[in-house]
């Protein structure tokens, strides 16, 4: 495809000397190492070490923990080009975490947890590649968890449910977030969480960690589960931050990763549209290519456009994130993931339609973009939410959630 909307321009030297030796690493990836690992269920383990390797897990950490120092234009450019080059959303999940799991640590952590962990996170020897949030009661109300976190002398107690936790499975540490003190007894509902830092292999040597694997359709290679915290002892050391005050933690950088997300969901919408029009021009019915019927034509055309929109709002949103407010940058950073989660969506189903039956045929690709551009309306939080903020934040709108 001509690359009228990949020239570079808008991009900083920075960003595009990222998605260079991004790009250089991906390329040794190719579709079907993304198809059979998903087809598979398996964590593409390979492609995270070579990404490891080369430091860019440690991406946004600062250089005197060996991290590259960069921000969010720089970690957008870099999820971005995961997921064109052949990733897509789910491929750019295997590593997303690990990139964002460390924030809240460099941020609140003690100096004793940032000098054990951040260096052994850039370089690729610790996987913080899970955050255990979500409940199965509380869902989207996050703050309405349950599980609950109390001290006993120099350590905490944690006993509770979570759904949906991802990547536990390849990671030595979690980041959990927990109630220190009962939603009933604070003022707001956004305080009396914590947010602990649990060594994995320590919790299921104790037997205080039970998994139940999730039976998804979506995102193969992310294995999700259902855990079990039962009695689970945590050194009151492993607290990162303030006690309580774990929700404002990840509040903090929650934005700006969203944009990080909104750049996944148009790389992999961009990829979707990309391989439609490739099979389209190729794919001969009626004596014709049916790519030359404006009815497979447009909505291909139509997906292209909307993405760039997206892909533009996403880039200028996180080359100003600093410049702004966190409440502004909220409005763009949700603007964005709806948008692009929509046009990878709208992507990707053009492309499957113009496969005709092949569409849901493993082998084209398609299908794949497709369950992932419909998991990019849900996760990390769903089209509905993201509505919810603008409507309430850059609208002024009554609060509906
Ligand atoms: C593949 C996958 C991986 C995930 N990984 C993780 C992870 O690693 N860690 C983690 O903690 N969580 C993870 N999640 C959880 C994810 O963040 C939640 O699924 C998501 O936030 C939605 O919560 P829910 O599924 O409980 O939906 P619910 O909250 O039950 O919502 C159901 C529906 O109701 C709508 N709705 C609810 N309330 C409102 C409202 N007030 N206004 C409008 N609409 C509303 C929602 O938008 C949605 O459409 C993952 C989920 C998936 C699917």
């Known amino acids: 495809m001509v690359s009228y909307f990949d020239d570079g321009l808008g991009h900083t030297a920075q960003q595009q000397a990222v998605r260079d030796a991004v790009g250089e690493i991906c390329a040794e990836f190719d579709d079907s190492y993304w198809r059979e690992h998903d087809a598979a269920g398996e964590y593409p383990h390979e492609f995270v070490e070579a990404l490891a390797d080369e430091g860019w897990l440690g991406v946004l950490l600062p250089e ?19 997921a064109r080059q052949g990733a897509g959303f789910s491929g750019a999940q295997t590593v997303h975490a690990a990139i964002y799991n460390s924030a809240p640590i460099l941020n609140y952590g003690s100096d004793e947890l940032k000098d054990d962990l951040l260096p052994r996170v850039a370089e690729g020897d610790a996987w913080i590649q899970c955050f255990s949030l979500t409940e199965p009661e509380a869902g989207s109300d996050s703050t309405a968890m349950t599980t609950s976190a109390e001290r006993d002398g120099d350590e905490y107690v944690i006993d509770g449910e979570k759904l949906w936790t991802s990547r536990i499975d390849v990671s030595d540490y979690l980041v959990l977030a927990a109630r220190t003190t009962p939603k009933e007894e604070v003022e707001k509902r956004t305080e009396g969480v914590s947010l602990f830092l649990v060594d994995i292999e320590r919790a299921h040597e104790a037997g205080q960690i039970e998994l139940e694997e999730i039976d998804k359709t979506a995102s193969g290679m992310v294995s999700s589960f259902r855990v079990t915290y039962d009695g689970l002892r945590v050194p009151a050391e492993r ?13 903090d950088g929650l934005n700006e990763e969203r944009l990080v997300i909104a ?12 391989k439609g029009a490739a099979y389209a021009s190729e794919r001969e019915v009626f004596g014709r290519p049916i790519g030359q019927n404006q009815a497979v034509q447009h909505p291909l055309a139509a ?45 990707a189903d053009a492309a499957v339609q113009a496969h005709g039956g092949r569409g849901i045929d493993r082998a084209y690709d398609v299908e794949r973009y497709f369950r992932e551009a419909r998991l990019t309306r849900l996760v990390p939080i769903t089209q509905e939410l993201a509505l919810n903020y603008l409507g309430e934040n850059a609208l002024e709108l009554p609060r509906s959630y």
């Open 64 to 82: 005197e923990y060996g991290g590259k120092g960069l921000g969010t234009p720089e970690a957008v450019a870099m999820m971005y080009e995961i």
């Open 263 to 274: 750049a996944e969901a148009v790389g992999l919408g961009e990829l979707a549209v990309e």
């Open 303 to 347: 997906a292209m456009a909307r993405l760039q929109a997206a892909k533009r709002l996403t880039f200028d949103a996180a080359d100003h994130a600093d410049e702004r407010e966190r409440k502004a940058v909220g409005a763009w950073a949700n603007a964005a993931k709806y948008l692009a989660a929509e046009a990878a969506f709208e992507g």
């Open 239 to 251: 607290l990162i931050g303030e006690e309580d005050r774990g929700f404002y933690h990840v509040l």
